[in-house]
């Protein structure tokens, strides 16, 4: 295995144009244990750890862009995050333990392509943009149309994730994480629930996502539709929860099943919609 | 092969590995067998090290990926560090080392957590070593530890 350690993203461009077949490396977390394991090795890798300008948190008027290099410590750090995307911030807390953290990247995360990834829930519900790079240009999709299928998203064998951005929610609205795991850390998820909402009498602007539970990261499109604007009691609750069960479609796996996973997303999104109530004073 | 120039414990050292190679072995090649490979998936943290401060697992890094200039802290270079020292004095006083095997990497952990908040409480120092196992469990002497070394409460 030759391993290419450009300092450009230019330069990182071009070695990818030219050698299609290699393997971009970000922290490695998800890689090395993959070959570690007894995975073939790639014959070439272009690490991106020297790239220092693709991993910055920029917030600027009402949308944040987050560098694809940032690590999931440096986001759950992130003043802004904090304060306004706790969603993000809480997906970026639960994923690994520490170490795991201080060297996992969100395009890492994104391109892994797993369906339990912490990241692509809460940015789901955020209706973030994923944004690529390539020698011939760059190009933005919405994070809810990058994943395609079980382990493959939309990028071309010349692109690299750059970026994700999203709008910064409206100062009414609350966002929101869950993970359910074997315990808090080094957990890969059973499932996890995402969720955004504006609190007011009415329920306003919902987004609900969910990992786990599908081929890919889910947007729960029925379940939003079916109470967005509808006043948020036990019966909009009990009606999102039914919905969120019917509209996933999980497997049993050696970390849960199927039935606990479809059980226990609509108690998630009956508790994301409560957390609504509890915030209004 | 590459070859890096990195500070390993505050020294310079020249290093040459195979190109896929990982930081945990590259650095146990040059007889700082300190730092332990457990699992080799990053669920254990017996081989954790701080790169420029930053805790990480060898074992999941590529040593490649770490450029020239790299300062890498492995348990060798601890005693020289007043904070690492405290830690190590702790340990031995409150008993916390039982088969040994976690002990660098608790250790590692423990500094990395010093290293930005010297006085955290028991959650916080629960927190920070969440990716350390210990498989004779010895956890609360473990904790009690560095918090004697952070000069707070345990013992």
Redesign the interface.
């Known amino acids: 295995?030759?391993?290419l350690?450009p300092r450009r993203l230019d330069e990182a461009l071009e070695m990818k144009a030219e050698r299609p077949d290699a393997v971009w490396?970000a922290?490695?977390?998800d890689l090395?244990?993959r070959?570690?394991?007894g995975a073939p090795?790639p014959a070439m890798?272009v690490?991106l750890?020297?790239i220092g300008d693709l991993a910055g948190i920029e917030a600027r008027g009402d949308r944040i862009r987050i560098g694809a290099l940032a690590t999931h410590a440096d986001i759950a750090s992130h003043l802004v995050v904090r304060e306004r995307l706790a969603c993000l911030a809480d997906a970026a807390r639960s994923v690994?333990?520490?170490?795991?953290r201080?060297?996992g990247t969100l395009g890492g995360n994104l391109a892994n392509a797993s369906p339990a990834a912490d990241m692509p829930p809460a940015l789901l519900a955020l209706d973030a943009e994923v944004h690529l790079a390539s020698r011939r240009g760059e190009r933005g999709v919405p994070v809810s149309g990058f994943f395609v299928s079980y382990g493959r998203v939309d990028l071309e064998p010349d692109e690299l994730i750059v970026a994700v951005s999203a709008c910064l929610p409206r100062p009414r609205a609350v966002t929101w994480f869950r993970k359910l795991g074997t315990r808090?850390?080094?957990s890969i998820a059973k499932l996890s629930v995402a969720g955004h909402a504006e609190a007011g009498d009415l329920l306003a602007h919902v987004r609900l996502a969910a990992g786990a539970v599908a081929p890919v990261p889910l947007r729960l499109r029925r379940t939003e539709e079916i109470v967005e604007g509808r006043a948020n009691g036990h019966e909009t609750r009990a009606l999102a929860a039914g919905t969120a069960e019917r509209e996933v479609t999980p497997i049993d796996d050696v970390r849960s099943s199927a039935g606990y996973r479809r059980a226990m997303v609509g108690v998630l999104v009956a508790r994301f919609l409560e957390s609504l109530d509890a915030g209004r004073v | 092969m590459t070859e890096r120039a990195w500070q390993v414990n505050g020294r310079p050292l020249r290093v040459r590995f195979d190109d896929g190679a990982r930081l945990v072995d590259v650095l146990r090649a040059q007889g700082l067998t300190g730092t332990k490979e457990g699992c080799g998936e990053g669920e254990c943290g017996a081989c954790s090290v701080l790169v420029d401060g930053t805790l990480v697992v060898s074992c999941l890094a590529l040593a490649a990926a770490q450029p020239d200039g790299a300062r890498i802290l492995t348990v060798e270079g601890l005693e020289d560090d007043p904070v690492g020292a405290r830690i190590i004095d702790a340990f031995e006083d409150l008993h916390a080392v039982q088969c040994g095997y976690c002990t660098p990497g608790m250790l590692m952990a423990a500094r990395a957590l010093l290293g930005r908040d010297p006085h955290p409480d028991r959650a916080q120092v629960a927190l920070a070593m969440s990716g350390n196992i210990c498989r004779c469990t010895g956890y609360a002497a473990i904790v009690d530890a560095v918090l004697v070394a952070a000069g707070g409460e345990g013992g």
């Open positions: 295995m030759k391993v350690t490396a922290g490695t977390t090395l244990p070959w570690n394991g090795r890798v690490s750890a020297s690994g333990a520490p170490a795991i201080n060297m808090r850390a080094q």
